[in-house]
């Protein structure tokens, strides 16, 4: 159904107003004749939902009441949408599966493809740039696919680790949230998902990616876990679209990547950096330090979300070779278990780890900030954290 069609001559409430909830009033208020539209940004005790007949969630607001009258926005973009759509989920790997499938498949089938969701771009901010040939490719966060009654055609699981239990409590009140990528597809559908994935009794049409395969690409991007990523490009573009191998793995070649994500900074007194503000998981903090080979510092911490940091502890544990300089909540939880450790150290702050770092580092090795922690609570996301670590490094040095 088309969103205008159903929002015609509704009661409409916006509840939040951050980068979403705006989209969402815009797009209203262009393609809508609604009887009423409203904004807010309060607590559930404080609305009236007898005054309205359909309530647009932000993604990220908890209810503990989830009535009919609430919708999402990607589940109004469904609605209208799905049957074009790929939709691409998993805790760690999703922002850039989902860039490089949209780079594969711009090079591969024209520029009818769209990039949109999780990754920055909501939905319906590029409503106009839609048509029925349209593919959309959409990056799906675990709040976003929250209480959906709708799925996408192709439906894309990578992984499945601990992570946003602060909002969950959970693993599995967060895997059902995850789960709804691929429960409402029919058998016309595709699900194609990581080894790690529980189980989802889905119709769709199965298809099951290992991480470890000979299948391997020349790539730009370092590391297993990025090889895993691109199986799931090839699978989607040769097998679903048709696309030829041989222009796939061409095209995945040449994909660069995004910011934040083992990124380059500079090479500061004989010291590589690198940026993975991204990796909020500890195991993707420990790919990351198989993935560059001149690794000897590692910086880790943020925001504390009551995950199961074992893998990283046992890590550290077993690779006395690196250093490791923890900060923050999550650091401070950490730092609890390995203190004993020579070569684990404590500080509060970024810019006090950084400092340490370039006193540690021997010259010709790399030091990678790889926080295996949220951004909340410290910066505004983790971009900002990103850049705020690459004005560190290169402070009196640009």
């Known amino acids: 159904m088309k969103i205008a069609d159903r929002l015609k001559d509704k009661r409409v409430l916006i509840w939040g107003y951050g980068r979403e909830g705006q989209s969402t009033e815009r797009f209203i208020r262009r393609y809508c004749s609604v009887n009423k539209l409203s904004v807010f940004e309060g607590k559930a005790e404080d609305i009236n939902e007898d005054e309205y007949d359909l309530i647009i969630k932000s993604p990220g607001i908890k209810v503990e009441s989830y009535s009919e009258k609430y919708t999402s926005q990607t589940e109004l973009f469904l609605g209208e949408f799905a049957p074009q759509t790929i939709g691409i989920t998993g805790t760690k790997g999703k922002s850039t599966t989902a860039s490089m499938l949209f780079h594969v498949l711009r090079s591969c089938k024209g520029d009818n493809v769209q990039l949109v969701g999780n990754i920055g771009r909501p939905c319906l901010d590029c409503y106009d740039e839609y048509d029925k040939n349209t593919i959309i490719v959409f990056e799906m966060s675990c709040h976003q696919l929250s209480h959906l009654k709708y799925s996408p055609h192709i439906a894309v699981w990578l992984n499945l680790y601990e992570d946003h239990l602060d909002y969950y409590g959970t693993l599995d009140n967060y895997r059902s949230a995850k789960s709804n990528i691929t429960l409402h597809q029919e058998p016309c559908d595709f699900?194609?998902?990581?080894?790690?994935?529980?189980?989802?009794?889905?119709?769709?049409?199965?298809?099951?990616?290992?991480?470890?395969?000979?299948?391997?690409?020349?790539?730009?991007?370092?590391?297993?876990?990025?090889?895993?990523?691109?199986?799931?490009?090839?699978?989607?573009?040769?097998?679903?679209?048709?696309?030829?191998?041989?222009e796939v793995a061409k095209a995945i070649e040449t994909f660069q990547g995004l910011p934040h994500r083992m990124q380059f900074v500079s090479r500061v007194?004989?010291?590589?950096?690198?940026?993975?503000?991204?990796?909020?998981?500890?195991?993707?903090?420990?790919?990351?330090?198989?993935?560059?080979?001149?690794v000897k510092?590692?910086?880790?911490?943020?925001?504390?979300?009551?995950?199961?940091?074992?893998?990283?502890?046992?890590?550290?544990?077993?690779?006395?070779?690196?250093?490791?300089?923890?900060?923050?909540?999550?650091?401070?939880?950490?730092?609890?278990?390995?203190?004993?450790?020579?070569?684990?150290?404590y500080k509060d702050t970024l810019c006090d780890a950084v400092a340490l770092a370039k006193k540690i580092t021997p010259k010709g090795c790399a030091c990678l900030f790889s926080p295996a922690a949220a951004s909340y609570g410290y910066f505004?996301?983790?971009?900002?954290?990103?850049?705020?670590?690459?004005?560190?490094?290169l402070e009196g040095h640009e």
């Open 191 to 246: 699900f194609i998902y990581g080894e790690n994935v529980p189980f989802v009794d889905t119709k769709a049409q199965r298809r099951e990616i290992p991480y470890n395969s000979p299948l391997s690409f020349k790539m730009l991007l370092a590391g297993s876990h990025n090889q895993f990523n691109a199986r799931f490009v090839y699978t989607v573009c040769t097998e679903l679209y048709g696309c030829s191998e041989t």
């Open 269 to 294: 007194d004989g010291i590589d950096y690198y940026d993975d503000s991204i990796s909020t998981i500890p195991q993707a903090t420990i790919e990351a330090i198989k993935s560059i080979s001149n």
């Open 297 to 345: 510092t590692v910086l880790i911490g943020g925001m504390d979300r009551q995950i199961n940091y074992d893998c990283i502890i046992e890590y550290m544990n077993c690779h006395p070779e690196l250093f490791y300089i923890l900060s923050y909540e999550s650091g401070r939880r950490i730092f609890q278990s390995v203190s004993a450790l020579p070569y684990c150290y």
């Open 380 to 393: 505004k996301n983790f971009e900002e954290r990103g850049n705020i670590f690459a004005k560190i490094v």
